[in-house]
């Protein structure tokens, strides 16, 4: 009855902020980070702009090519 | 040139032991499950048992529909 559901950030725009977060402390273009994950440089951008849907193994690529843990990418920051 | 490189999970192993691990520790069979996040119910038999490699949203549907957030179906635990 009460409002007990908090308002909570979407998975795909934890993992929009937190993959362009970690992509610019890391000095990498979205070009090269498509280049290491080996995914399109447009798709990049798509999930920085939270207008795509990854599969799992996407956002595992993207993790490794950035050298963090999936979960890194998919967390509640600040 | 040294194997720096650790053995990690995939994303899709930790994602399938978390999913059955919270899932039976809350007495929901894969059925029930199948019904809270409106999925079908052998598409989490097929999660557990690393055959899907499921998108982002379906994720956080099995989240919700456990009551958990969803950096818990993908954490490295134990």
């Known amino acids: 009855m009460s409002g007990r559901k908090v308002q909570r950030e979407s998975a795909r725009s934890r993992l929009a902020r937190n993959l362009r977060a970690i992509r610019t402390s890391q000095g990498i273009s979205q070009e090269e980070l498509g ?44």
Chains 1, 2 share one sequence.
């Open 35 to 78: 280049d290491l994950a080996q995914l399109h440089r447009t798709y990049i951008g798509f999930l920085e702009r939270l207008e795509r849907n990854p599969s799992l193994e996407n956002i595992e690529r993207l993790a490794d090519a950035l050298n963090v843990d999936i979960v890194d990418l998919l967390a509640v920051t600040r």
